[in-house]
């Protein structure tokens, strides 16, 4: 496949530049991890997993060839897909551990993806999430990978989609994915998952503005974390009040949802609610429209990203400037374009 041997996979997802340069085959560590991965990504081996997502993180271009030899579980169909974004410090990480315990509670198999900022010396995630939910860590039923943003600006890392994919076909029941701090036009977890549950704090007052610019559209499920402390009940009930303002006879009117998730206070009422709107998306057939949609801008996504890479090797051509001046000016269509680049390759 194109681009797979574009680069050695260094320990811990980290790119080699060394290996940039071999064009005809992948190198053989990276070959080594992948056909190791795979092996024990089929025997339901944690370990497999944990190798894949190092390799999708590291490449894009391996993704696609993961992806199509793992294959799909009939489990993924059922497998829920469950976002927490939300301000800085609101407590998303603690609010996430709490939740993990109410689901381990049941039974189920839960899988965590904890994406957090890049660090500036070793480029990997600072693990800052993991260390708040290690109550978790040896438990054989929960699966917790931190992802870095790694330059991703909607409060995701660019290889959480994927990363996405494979635990549900490894058959987890759920999958939690919490997002860094966001803010107003961060919200790439909508077309990730699919509940999203908006984590605020009574102190961030400035946070009900925010949800004007994007936020409220966004959220399935608000939660109040922090409701003890000063403030509480009025943050609850100006969030209530502009919900009341705001809904526009939507069928799914989102709950708002009080917890001191650091206490294990209401964490079992935030999963049932979220349980709640999973039930509505499964029974409305809206789930169906929303994966449709998340895979059509995936495609899209992906048919961009193959769009810039090839401008990217073309574009200093003096041919290439001109067509592209043409287009830009309105005289020369832009169909014309996108021919000639797909003819290039």
Known sequence: MSGVHQLQVAPGGGRDPQGMGDEKKMDDKATGLLEAGIQDFRARQERGLARLITLVEASP????????????????????????????????????????????????????IAVDPTSPFSGGAMLGDRIRMERHYLDPGVFIRSLATRGGVGGLSPATRDVIKLMRAFGFDYILVETVGVGQTELDIMAAVDTVAVVLVPEAGDSIQAMKAGLMEIADVFVVNKADRPGGQEFESALRAMLGLAQQRRPWEPPVVTAQ?????????????????????????????????REERELLDMAFAHLGQRWKAIKGRPEWA????????????????????AESA
């Open 61 to 112: 271009e391996l993704s696609n060839s993961i992806l199509s030899r793992i294959g799909e579980s009939p489990a993924q169909s059922q497998c829920h897909v469950i976002g927490f974004t939300g301000p800085p410090g609101a407590g998303k990480s603690t609010l996430v551990n709490a939740v993990t315990a109410v689901l381990r509670g049941e039974g189920h198999r839960v899988g965590i």
């Open 261 to 293: 998730a650091d206490q294990d206070v209401g964490s079992a009422e935030v999963m049932a609610a979220l349980n709640r709107h999973a039930q509505y998306l499964r029974q409305s057939g809206e789930l169906d429209i929303r994966r449709t949609l």
């Open 322 to 341: 001109e067509l592209a001046a043409g287009v830009i000016s309105r005289r020369v269509g832009v169909d014309r374009f996108l021919k000639a680049i």
